[in-house]
């Protein structure tokens, strides 16, 4: 067995995210600390590869070979940045599965998810105390022209504090916070699997402080989340609270069920005293979000039943909206960019991971299970970017690894060829 991981890259990719974001590389931070990480996983010699993460493997390999049928070099760019999430959302799976709880401890690592969840409500709360600010970064400046111009690699470069929307025939205009993601459904998705992960959180550390300032932060959540009016989101947060009352009252765990029916009822009586859900409907009436949603993915599946292998390579514009098809889920995304067998290794991969978690014991392991739990509900109508694709990773990683006085699977060498790994 070789030398034990440093910490460090972990801390770097997830504590250090409010710098990757100012210097216009948070949507590639992923994929960027994913080399160190390598790196270091090579240099230790032998690697800890959990079974099931053969699926995701073959995911990323059928994504690639997907290339074959993209028709533009700007289509390209965006291929690239996708596929290098997905590498670099492996490469942090295998590197915290293969962290000791020595060097790197649960509660240590979920404390610094808290950390970042901090650093996505101070996005949110910019969003609503200035909608129409945008962050100038250095990466924008560094890019090429050709690639800088391509629209989804602008507005990760050039990221909004908030999407400000005003849809036709509205009386009024609906300020969504974004910060620090580029779009607001990212915000939203972000928000719906961090919330999860700071319970876990809350459940792993027995500080005061750190409670303290976790709970803060959960409250200080609630206003830019009631500003996005993110219905995804509203969504997501209740199926895994629901799922996971259920599943620790299973377990015979009261108090933290009495915590969850607690916040569930604050939650509906702050949701109902800010109008949210009369300003939801008056959106989505002016909007028509559902029809255009219904087309997109109803184009998004002829688009792949007409290429069921290889896909189309990338997302591609609607032929009745003016919206790329393939953007609107991941699902969608996956199915029409890379063919439905890369969409059964993608959601298998997720089934896999929440199985695996579930046979764990504790609270904050619950907390975690909940989290791919709570992906398989999202990736039908959010998209999946490095940010999104890391908080699953690390809690899939966190959930499955093994304690260090109890026996893993089989290492492996690093050189071992990938059928090895199922």
Request: proline letters at 7%; glycine letters at 8%; hydrophobic letters at 55%.
């Amino acid at each position: 067995m070789g030398a034990e991981l440093p910490a460090w890259p972990f801390y770097l990719l997830v504590a250090g995210f409010p710098v990757w974001w100012v210097l216009g590389f948070g949507a590639f931070a992923v994929a960027m600390v994913a080399v160190p990480m390598v790196v270091l996983l090579v240099m230790r010699r032998t690697v800890r590869v959990p079974p099931a993460f053969a699926l995701w493997v073959l995911f990323v390999v059928w994504a690639a070979a997907a290339a074959i049928e993209l028709d533009s070099a700007l289509r390209l760019v965006g291929f690239a940045v996708r596929l290098a999430n997905y590498i670099g959302a492996g490469v942090v799976f295998l590197y915290v599965y293969n962290c000791s709880e020595r060097r790197l401890p649960r509660r240590s690592a979920l404390l610094a998810v808290a950390g970042f969840f901090a650093f996505v409500v101070v996005g949110g709360w910019l969003g609503v105390l200035i909608p129409h600010g945008h962050l100038t970064t250095p990466a924008e400046n560094l890019l090429p022209g050709s690639i800088a111009s391509n629209e989804y690699v602008h507005d990760l470069v050039h990221p909004p504090f908030a999407e400000v929307q005003r849809p036709y025939g509205s009386p009024r205009t609906f300020t969504r916070p974004s910060a620090p993601f580029a779009y607001t459904n990212g915000w939203g998705c972000n928000v719906a699997l961090l919330v999860p992960l700071a319970c876990a959180a809350l459940s792993a550390t027995r500080r005061a402080r750190d409670r303290a300032l976790i709970a803060g932060v959960l409250c200080a959540a609630v206003v830019p989340a009631v500003f996005t009016l993110n219905r995804g989101m509203y969504i997501a947060l209740g199926f895994g609270l629901a799922y996971a009352a259920v599943r620790l009252a299973w377990r015979g765990h009261v108090v933290p069920l009495m915590g969850i029916m607690t916040a569930g009822v604050v939650g509906a009586f702050v949701a109902s005293a800010a109008g949210v859900v009369s300003s939801l409907n008056e959106r989505l009436h002016y909007s028509e979000t559902n029809t255009g949603r219904a087309q997109v993915y109803r184009e998004a599946f002829d688009g792949a039943v007409a290429s069921p292998l290889l896909g189309n390579g990338a997302p591609r514009p609607s032929q009745t909206l003016d919206i790329s098809i393939g953007t609107q889920g991941q699902v969608w995304n996956v199915m029409f960019s890379y063919g439905f067998p890369a969409l059964f290794c993608f959601i298998a991969w997720l089934v896999a991971a929440a199985l695996v978690s579930s046979r764990r014991r504790g609270v904050d392991h619950v907390w975690l299970h909940v989290v791919p739990v709570v992906a398989l509900l999202t990736i039908v109508y959010y998209g999946y970017d490095g940010p999104q694709l890391m908080l699953v990773m690390v809690a899939a990683a966190l959930g499955m690894r093994a304690p260090d006085r109890e026996p893993a699977v089989p290492a492996l060498p690093v050189a071992a060829p990938v059928p090895s790994l199922a």
